[in-house]
């Protein structure tokens, strides 16, 4: 037990969502609200129709679905990825500039788990095994929402972690693969190749067993955000790490696996390893439906939960979602970290949510050295991610990586495709619809040509010294703004990066006298030694400076 | 005359003041304000610190500079480009979306212009010759404003109309080419091969001969927004067009041209074709400062103007600016007519501001033909442009090509780089610091290696059926806006597209019916149905299903 240490952040997700209101971060919505249409298209309209910092955490309190059912259970969606600023609460922060720092300390500084007796245990208040799970409702006695309601194949679990062991070493995985809703007893499961629990999944098939697993749902918020991540460390230590106390842990009823103890549902099983199922479609990450496709079985043994449960949601597929903004944050912690050790001047990783937080990475250096934007980005495109990038693009500190015209800034004027753009095969295309039609082949929807699809990695760094950038003098602009605000009492400025001249490596002296010339107003006087820099017309041909005659 | 037809939209530039004046689009500054350090940064401030909606244009009606002389003229700022609003008040439509339209007709139906007597020629209110040229300050009478401050070499006139004849052909150009001011009866200008300007003159100095021409300025503004586009036509009868009237004309006192009779000054002249003078640097188009190097000389002749002149300055440089959004909605227009023709499901092209309007180019196209989107973009590529795009990209019309955040989602799922990329070269580089060092020479700056630089071409076009976006459907999003504003209150909401699911190309019945199920919280049936869709699990290793066998 951890009495004697301080606290973590968060006990279970209830104190979160306590903090959240606190915020003024969680809309509570006590309106009857059908599950499968109308809580997720609620929820959707934020995403479309609200700027980030307008956006929350919801909490649907008074449950229906369209067979008329009604729910001893709330739904929470959005509570950890509405907006940087939600994200920030979620890790306990309380700025979204500390999320980057947060999590490398995490990944630095893991702290392993503890475990705890049953009784101990919130998960355990509710305890339904053997017949009394087919004869009951089993899964589907849950609100599971409908994400897409008019394209979604089925209810499922948005929000799930899935606990597995590598069946050869026993360290322990959380991952997050989404989860139909098939029988009150049988769930289908997606998990892509390059995957932990995929790598588990294969692992106990070569052994000819099924795979032990259990779906937790609701756990403290820091598994969450460490469930969606890729991580070279077990979630359950950098868990306990971000939530700066041993996460605890408690012994499930039907398989041999450690669950949180303070999780709000655990659904334990096994998934099949001899069999696949169809399964889908389902909205994918990239925002468009996903494949109907064989995927994995899992059948359920016991069912635990807590009274009245909150069922965690996210809200995902078209971007920007809960889920790119949950996969942008995690990301840049888990890249920068091991791109960090390689590029001695790494500044920023940035991941765009626009692209599914997947496709598209910017990186930023300060002053790289010869081939160092090249090294980094071939860093990036090894980097562990499922799939790998699609854009990967280096660009100097000045630019800013998080916004995309200050990106394309570079991309115009940093950039020459025939030296600066290289391309290359070998990437994986699951779910990515540019790969092949949807109706093609398993193995041309995952791997093209069986030579697969492509990256296409850009340098956009300044490939030597440039002239400055050209706006005016920093003073300059500082006094213009004294006059806008206090003599001409203009609207409000949010000023804009860059917003003010400043140099990158190029400003001789002659140039530099000109400019303070112009300023004083002397410009004639530059104008008047111009007139003895003469050459002739034939320069514009060959380049080369013959001087006039003396009358010229 | 012009008595019997409709008037034109605007007579004169005082005309058009009036209406920016009438729609809330002009500030007119009474404070002294010095035009070598306070006039740019305060406009400035509008591009870096306020969003497009709020910009507005400028008249400085009080202005001294760092002599401390005093100006018997006013100087306009961002009058013709501050924002799209000010753009469609220049060419006299009421809304934004009439710009396109409006480019596009005005270049079908062209007006051929009229000559007009001096008397009736308000450009020839005052007439200066001879010594008075020099003896008087010339060109340096007027408060030619400093645009960057601390970079910039001198006061240059931004907002420059150079009205030249072809030497064999007789046909007029107006072009907008930047001058520096070097002394009352001197200046220097900046040509870049491919200009019609730079023609003019090229032949000219093959016949031994300097050019003639005339530097107009605040001219009617239908004359600048052609002015700074590339047309196949005279500017002088398009803007008759979208003048809707001829264009007055008057003859020059000094050299054989003539020109809009109701300009506010006109600076008559020779170019010098056997020399080159030094010149610059100033910021360039890509928000950079270009290069100090050898450039045309021009030697004054006459000036006249109006007496108290406006004199029209364009904030440049650094992008977003008015000059970016000049040139944005001009070579729209110009691409547009020109790929029409050759691509039948053209729907809209869109050149990004942010990249200086030159660099980038991104055109939507609707259900293109095989290999339409790859004609479009070569089309593209070899269009008229001053220097080729760089970036050209062609989406389909779902996408909002003005939107980097919806063109990002096409880059990053509708694009495989290996089949969707083409990079080529023999791009000129004029004023693109990516092309060779500053200070590498004349030719390796401009066609570096003797190959050029290069562009790079996307086509960014779904290449086959795409399942649909995954969005909750249509009706039901409608619902969930009904629910939010009428029932929970919440904040205003601006959908912005795609905010529901639709389709493209690919829905199966079976995809479908498992859809409405789900909708109707029948998705339990859907896992029955699925239940008999197995096949043993070798299929994730060939793609090939084998039933299991029944006790599976």
Redesign the interface.
């Known amino acids: 037990m951890t009495s004697t240490e301080p606290g973590p952040v968060y006990r279970d997700i209830r104190e979160y969502l306590a903090e959240l209101d606190r915020r003024g971060l969680l ?1 509570r ?1 006590t ?1 009857e609200t059908n599950k ?3 809580v ?3 929820v ?2 934020q995403f ?3 700027d980030a910092a ?1 956006r929350v955490g919801w909490l649907f309190e008074n449950l229906t ?3 008329g059912r009604r729910f001893d259970a709330s739904v929470a969606v959005a509570i950890l990825g509405a907006s940087p600023q939600v994200y920030a609460a979620a890790m306990g922060v309380d700025a979204v500039e500390e999320i980057a720092a947060n999590w490398l300390h995490a990944q630095q500084h893991p702290i392993a788990p503890v475990t705890v007796t049953a009784a101990a245990a919130p998960v355990k208040e509710n305890i339904i095994t053997g017949s009394e799970l087919v004869d009951g409702e089993g899964v ?1 006695r849950f609100p599971v929402t ?1 994400t ?8 499922y679990f948005s929000a799930p972690i899935w606990i597995t062991k590598d069946p050869e070493t026993g360290v322990y995985n959380a991952g997050t693969y989404r989860v ?5 007893d ?1 769930l ?1 499961v997606l998990m892509l ?1 390059g995957q932990d629990g995929r790598a588990h999944w294969e692992k106990a ?1 070569a052994l000819g067993r099924p795979l032990e697993a259990v779906l937790v749902l609701s756990p403290p918020p820091a598994l969450s955000l460490c469930s969606v991540n890729k991580l070279d460390l077990s979630e359950y230590d950098v868990a306990g790490a971000l939530n700066r106390a041993p996460l605890e842990l408690v012994d499930a009823e039907s398989v041999d696996l450690l669950i949180p103890a303070a999780a709000e549902i655990a659904i334990e099983g096994r998934f ?8 889908g ?4 990450y ?7 496709d ?1 995927q994995m ?1 899992f059948e359920v043994s016991a069912i635990t939960h807590r009274s009245s449960p909150v069922l965690q949601a996210f809200i995902s ?3 920007p979602s809960e889920s790119s903004m949950l996969r942008k944050f995690g990301f840049e912690g888990f890249l920068t970290n091991e791109l960090a050790a390689k590029s001695p001047n790494l500044r920023k990783v940035s991941i ?1 949510q ?3 937080s997947a ?2 990475a910017v990186i930023e250096l300060h002053n790289p050295a010869p081939g160092e934007a090249w090294n980094t980005l071939r860093a990036a495109a090894a980097a562990r991610n499922v799939p790998a990038f ?2 990967l693009v280096a660009v100097d500190d000045d630019i800013d990586s998080n916004d ?3 990106v ?2 570079a ?11 290289q ?1 290359q ?1 070998g990437r994986n ?1 699951d779910l ?4 092949a ?3 093609a ?3 041309a929807r995952t791997y ?1 040509d069986g030579l697969g ?4 990695l850009i340098d956009a760094t ?13 003073d ?2 500082e ?3 004294q ?2 605000e206090d ?2 009492h ?2 409000t ?4 990066a ?2 003010h ?1 400043y140099e ?1 490596g ?1 400003w ?1 002296e ?2 530099a006298r ?2 303070q ?8 006087d ?6 003895t ?5 034939s ?2 041909d ?2 080369i ?1 013959r001087e ?1 005659a003396k009358e ?1």
């Not at 897409?148 to 209810?155: L, Q, R, V």
């Not at 991309?411 to 753009?421: F, G, I």
């Not at 990515?432 to 790969?435: A, F, I, R, T």
């Open positions: 809309r919505v309106r499968d249409t109308e997720m298209p609620l959707r309209w479309r129709g609200l307008q679905d369209s067979r589907d409908v897409n309601p008019g394209s979604d194949a089925s209810a139909m809703v098939k029988a009150p049988r289908g190749s098939r099949r390893t001899d069999i696949l199922e169809m399964e479609p389902f909205g994918e990239g925002g468009y439906v996903g494949a109907h064989y079985v597929e078209m971007p765009l626009i692209a599914g496709q598209v699609k854009w995309l015209d200050s394309m800034w991309l115009a004027w940093r950039v020459q495709p025939h030296k600066d753009v391309i095969r295309t990515d619809p540019s790969g039609p949807v109706d082949s398993f193995s093209p699809g492509s990256q296409i300044r490939n030597w010294a440039y002239p400055p950038v050209s706006l005016p003098s920093k300059l602009m006094h213009a703004k006059i806008w003599e001409l203009l609207p400025l949010t000023p804009r860059p917003w001249g990158l190029y001789p002659r140039w000109a400019a010339q112009a300023i004083d107003g002397q410009y004639l530059t104008g008047k030694e111009y007139e820099l003469r050459t002739l017309s320069y514009f060959d380049g400076v006039p010229d």
